[in-house]
Nanobody
Framework: QVQLVESGGGLVQPGGSLRLSCAAS????????MGWYRQAPGKQRELVAF???????NYVDSVKGRFTISRDNAKRLVYLQMNSLKPEDTAVYYC????????WGQGTQVTVSS
């Protein structure tokens, strides 16, 4: 079982930046894909970005050019750098990791508002 803990959420003005972090711990043998989903009020959870163990990133179209996902396998961390934030990015962001099934973090709130 993998435990995931997110950090870095908060309140930011439109156009601002935040960096989310997700730390993995527990009985880790080999984590493959890691990534981020988000869920806004009244909406379904959507995939934002994921990154393979080899470091290949993938993004949903709405965040391409604004968000950057990266990972540090040695430190068991995955990051989401979010720039040029928009009000529609407001959501709870969840980290996940795939290793013999999918594990989830508890979520961190991101609010983009003036």
């Amino acid at each position: 079982q993998v435990q995931l803990v997110e950090s870095g959420g908060g309140l930011v003005q439109p156009g601002g930046s935040l960096r989310l972090s997700c730390a993995a711990s527990g009985s880790i043998f080999r984590i493959s894909s890691m990534g981020w989903y988000r869920q806004a009020p009244g909406k379904q959870r959507e995939l934002v970005a994921f990154i393979t163990r080899g470091g290949t990133p993938n993004y949903v179209d709405s965040v391409k050019g604004r968000f950057t996902i990266s990972r540090d396998n040695a430190k068991r961390l995955v990051y989401l750098q979010m720039n040029s934030l928009k009000p529609e990015d407001t959501a709870v962001y969840y980290c996940y990791a795939d290793m013999m099934g999918r594990s989830w973090g508890q979520g961190t709130q991101v609010t983009v508002s003036s």
